[in-house]
């Protein structure tokens, strides 16, 4: 009666979690970022300014692609910042979102298609994907990022036309993909004719990474997705595109469908690109969520909780409870604490992996929520 | 090599227009608002009270479906104004826009289907169904709105999914549906199993019109599309969608996949809705813009160019120049004029067809205007 997308379509479980997060003391499950780190005053003036400047201009229908002064501030003062190295070739458009270009570049490529995704992925972004595709193939990650050696043992077999990763902080899994990784993958694209969408939204929190994937792409291979959700505030909805003009200026006539990105949030987040408040906030919070992370970390260690990667950015470590996760987050959330069970960032595997996240709870919070954790494993049978 | 949507979209007819409009002097073209009637004050103050009072709170993600706070405001105080009866089984969810709207509920219900719409009907919005339909048949329109005789017989023989319609200030055709087919829309619906898309941003400044289809909708066939790109601005882009729980649920889980609705412009577009704003804006609207269409009207009278529907209100008129409109839109364009030739409204015939707006030319333009037009249609062969 309804379409494939209708049809399959499910509340997410990360939403889920959220919910049921709301009703615990302590939140280790969110993916926002600290609202204590939120700038309100600084957004709050930027509203002003530009109302009082451009007037009723900053309230007209949106264009296609993007308003031409974003567009500009981000190829200017956001990319340099971002590392990324962007060709003749290339062009930038305003999305609603990282989300929301995820979604666009779904909506552009993908009819049943195959694509590959790390394992684990983030389930929201993904399923803008998944949603549209045949067959989705799971290439594992280690402290380094996604395994391009078990990538290309795939590729060998099976032709793809997407790969789906996150370079930096990953989401769930805390790594960043090491440099010649990021070199293999463009090279792999090429030889194997597909295209990356690199997903790259904790970058300009993520203290010193390697370049962008998009960097090191010579062959119009990369399609990269930014956002300003964790640099500034995720109700904005702002995020970019930028890859091979050919691809993308097709991507930002299918805007033209749900013409989703206001306005004057555009002309609020060139405002605070061009006058420094973006940029002046990037080190300060690195080291911000990096103080928090040590935190947990520490605090899990103490506790004997000890199978994790080692999360160098971002809000989420992925910790192996080595008992049924979906067990241990009903016995966490009747002792007041909240996370994220892991199952279904996973295409195989992760039954046992717990979310953490850093971003809604204080150092002592963080502290608490551990010794709940830890509780909740020991009554779990 | 990519998707059907990203192989078939194309750049919009109107968006064409619009940007070659930007060189012209005089622009009966656009589809926005008048700048002049946006509230710039009003939304400013809205913006600095929402940050004020919930700080960081109002820049969180959004949540699918929409935050609570506006929903209620639209179904306590905007439904009421827009003489919209809500049955107990129906729900409210928040889009980005109305345009947002239509492509969320063309990718929840439709897959290669058989689907009818007004001949002219909008085609950006109309966009969103008609790439994910294999056939669109056409309905023609009179000056009481849909054909709903014609309706009928096509219904007779072809089986559809979906019924899409604009019933007031119709862009761009100008009219209104009549009371008595809006109810017969809803038997048809109901006798012969389709939906009804109710399409309907212009009846907050439309003055004294019938209740919506969705009103007189006891079969849970119709599905309202609200806005408040006509009475506030366009660029915070909200709208919302009402309708059966079952259905609208669904399509609020499609929100997942993009996430694109301001958080801040919901709670600014709800303080605008609370403090009465938007109430005490409609009847003023109406008024102002009828008299803008009296003088387009009496403008083209005067000229001998008297092939044209009666618009009762909104933005448009559609007027037949008798000649091929994209030559006397070239020699317009030539003369300083924009408009939009309106055959891409048409699924058949509109060659000779021009929309022209009211919106952003004041009163000596649209005179002008006119006297352009009237010149441009002589000069063409």
């Given amino acids: 009666m309804v379409s494939r997308l209708g049809k399959e379509i499910e509340i997410s479980p990360v939403e889920l979690a ?34 009082d400047e451009l007037k009723e201009k900053s309230l007209f229908y949106p264009g296609a692609g993007g308003q031409k002064e974003l567009v500009e501030e981000i190829e200017k003062d956001y990319l ?41 992925t983030f389930i929201e972004t993904f399923n803008a994907l998944k949603l549209r595709s045949s067959v989705v193939l799971p290439v594992d990650i280690d402290n380094q990022g996604i395994n391009t050696k078990e990538l290309e043992e795939i590729l060998k077999i099976v032709k793809i036309k997407l790969l789906y990763v996150i370079p930096n902080c990953h ?9 010649s990784r990021r070199k ?30 998009k960097s090191f792409d010579k062959f119009d291979r990369v399609i990269y997705i930014g956002s300003f959700s964790k640099i500034l505030a995720p109700g904005l909805r702002i995020g970019f595109i930028v890859g091979n003009k050919k691809i993308v200026e097709k991507v930002s006539l299918l805007e033209q469908l749900d013409f989703s990105t206001s306005t004057i949030n555009q002309y609020v987040v060139a405002r605070l ?22 935190i947990l970390k520490d605090s899990l260690y103490d506790k004997g909780l ?19 996760s979906w067990k241990v987050f009903q ?5 007041g604490l909240s996370f994220v069970p892991a199952s279904p960032f996973f295409l195989r595997g992760g039954e046992t992996m717990a979310r953490l996240s850093i971003t809604m709870a204080n150092e002592e919070e963080i502290k608490e929520g551990v010794n709940i954790l830890k509780e909740s494993v020991d009554h779990t049978i």
């Fill in 80 to 120: 340099p910042l971002l590392n990324l190295d962007k060709s003749q070739e290339d062009i930038t458009i305003v999305t609603s979102g990282a989300q929301h270009a995820m979604e666009l570049l779904g909506k552009y490529f993908l009819e049943n298609d195959v694509i590959a995704v790390e394992n684990p």
């Fill in 306 to 324: 000890r199978e994790f990667n080692d999360p160098k950015c971002g809000f989420f470590l992925l910790l192996d409870l080595k008992k049924d």
């Fill in 273 to 294: 690109l061009k006058n420094g408040i973006i940029k002046s906030r990037m080190q300060g919070l690195y080291e911000y969520y990096s103080r928090k992370m040590k």
């Fill in 18 to 51: 959220s919910q049921l997060a709301k009703t615990a003391k302590i939140n280790l499950a969110s993916g926002s970022p600290d609202p204590k780190m939120i700038p309100v005053k600084e957004i709050q003036n930027a509203y002003s300014e530009v109302l």
């Fill in 171 to 179: 989401n769930p899994a805390g790594v960043n993909l090491e440099e």
């Fill in 331 to 335: 016995n966490a959330i009747s002792r």
């Fill in 184 to 213: 293999e993958l463009v090279e792999l694209a090429e030889k194997y004719n597909f295209y990356i969408l690199e997903d790259d939204p904790y970058r300009p929190i993520a203290g010193c990474v390697p370049k962008p994937i």
